[in-house]
């Protein structure tokens, strides 16, 4: 009857029903049934078949997916959130060894001296006068997790390695996003600098006009110096481009993992298309964002905390053994009268802590519910991410068409003002007015295509990139990277 009781009381500590303490379950977080800014908004290039691991694969940019694919290989950050996932993971394992017994062996010698003097030392199997006395003893210890402490340990450990796994993911993506960001601002410097060269040779061609009407007498000098002054401070903004510029591709190097002096970036033109992801449902988000994810893990990870400290009302239950030999000689050590044994059981209950447990279990509790704030705040966040992204791409999109409309028309009236200049019918500072008008427009388109191309990347990363929670491992495969005996 009593080895029924044990069985039993074994079987309910293993089948994990015995667990004090809640179990979890995800609260509700803010939702809407879809994104204010999708009101008329449609995606210009649709990227359904884009990989989804690679998103700025939707740049067609070979040079950027060059440098993005180095971030995961040598960026220091992820190399930090990779050692600290694999921390977390080894945690798991500490904590499921607590749930198997702990066995030892020791051997011993033990040599002594009786009352009867020197007689004794020669003997090795004498134990009246001292001798030698050897053992051989093993002994094992279990605490049986009865309420099951360890196992809520165990459950926060997975949740905070699956909390590592998304604090990773997240700072892969914004390390990735940062480097397409960096990449598009280094873009665009190289294209303001060719707009630059661009507008120096007009300016040398209207240089050119201002000389041969000086030499053909119709206009003054005063026109052909102002024309100059012109060239050279198109020529001298052009020389300081190349300080931005060369930062950016510094920092494009910091996020590669490598030294500034060992990247170079070719010079490009910043790309005309800016291609925008589908956004989906605001729902969705909730599956794909590492740090949402993240987030939710933390509070899986926190309420399995309150079932441990819950623990700590009940007595610790744990049964223990000793066996072995000791005698002597040594050659007759392992026989059955030298045999020792033992085996015992024992429980102990705190009946006074002063009031610790409940205010451990109160403090567990208020840190549960601290991240469940955090947890939904985290998702009103990235909500208010993805409203701004897709509000702004909407506005630039118009400002572009706008400015592209300006620069059409600024550059007519340059060429026309030109030409009246040639005929005489105007002054040269006309020309110098719509020339300088044609400039800032053209500044302020380039300008406007970058911000829609950096936007893009922050709706990128307002949706998590190519990430999903089916990225991120699971409590079996986080387990199963411990084995129990290696």
């Given amino acids: 009857m009593k080895l029924r009781l044990w069985v039993a009381f074994i079987l309910c500590v293993f089948a994990g029903g015995c667990m004090v303490g809640p179990d979890y379950k995800r609260p509700d977080a803010p939702a809407s049934p879809a994104f204010k800014e999708m009101a008329g908004w449609r995606p210009g290039h649709p990227m359904d078949d884009m990989d989804k691991g690679a998103w700025w694969s939707v740049y067609h940019d070979p040079e950027l997916d060059r440098l993005e694919r180095m971030v995961e290989v040598s960026n220091q950050t992820v190399k930090e959130f990779e050692a600290e996932y694999r921390n977390a993971v080894a945690l798991v394992g500490e904590a499921r060894a607590n749930l198997f017994p702990t066995a030892t062996l020791t051997p011993g010698v033990t040599r002594s001296m009786g009352g009867g003097g020197s007689s004794g030392l020669g003997s090795s199997g004498g134990r009246g006068g001292g001798g030698t006395i050897y053992s051989v003893e093993g002994s094992a210890s279990w605490d049986l997790d009865v309420w099951g402490r360890v196992r809520r340990q165990i459950e926060s450990s997975v949740a905070g390695a699956q909390v590592s796994a998304a604090d990773l993911a997240n700072a892969k993506l914004a390390a990735q996003a940062t480097l397409a960001t960096d990449y598009f601002d280094l873009r665009a410097e190289?294209?303001?600098?060719?707009?630059?060269?661009?507008?120096?040779?007009?300016?040398?061609?209207?240089?050119?006009?201002?000389?041969?009407?000086?030499?053909?007498?119709?206009?003054?000098?005063?026109?052909?110096?102002?024309?100059?002054a012109q060239l050279q401070s198109a020529q001298a903004t052009l020389v300081g481009v190349g300080v931005q510029r060369q930062a950016y591709e510094h920092a494009i190097a910091m996020l590669t993992g490598h030294a500034p002096s060992d990247l170079t970036i070719p010079p490009g033109r910043l790309t005309g298309a800016v291609p925008v992801v589908p956004p989906g449902l605001p729902s969705t988000l909730l599956?794909?964002?590492?740090?949402?994810?993240?987030?939710?893990r933390q509070m899986q990870q926190e309420n399995a905390l309150i079932g441990v400290q819950i623990a700590a009302y009940y007595p610790d239950v744990s049964l223990s053994a000793l066996g072995g030999f000791e005698g002597a000689p040594l050659s007759q050590l392992f026989t059955t009268a030298n045999r020792i044994w033992s085996l015992g059981a024992s429980a102990s209950e705190t009946l006074f802590s002063g009031g610790a447990h409940p205010a451990a279990v109160t403090a567990a509790r208020a840190t549960y519910d601290q991240f469940v704030a955090v947890y939904r705040q985290t998702v009103l966040t990235s909500f208010q991410q993805v409203e701004d992204a897709l509000s702004s791409l909407r506005i630039l999109e118009q400002q572009a068409a706008a400015e592209a409309i300006a620069v059409a028309s600024t550059r007519k009236a340059v060429d026309v003002t030109l030409n009246e200049y040639r005929a005489g019918t105007v002054a040269y500072t006309s020309v110098i007015t719509e020339q300088a008008l044609l400039l800032g427009d053209q500044q302020t388109a380039l300008s406007v295509q970058q911000s829609r191309l950096v936007e893009s990347v922050a709706l990128i990363e307002a949706l998590g990139g190519g990430w999903s929670t089916q990225s991120l491992p699971s409590p079996h495969s986080v387990k199963a990277a411990n084995p129990i005996f290696p």
């Fill in 190 to 228: 190289d294209s303001l600098a060719q707009l630059l060269r661009e507008t120096a040779d007009a300016y040398q061609r209207a240089l050119d006009i201002t000389k041969n009407q000086y030499r053909a007498g119709t206009s003054s000098s005063a026109d052909y110096v102002t024309a100059l």
């Fill in 287 to 296: 599956e794909r964002r590492p740090d949402i994810s993240a987030a939710e």
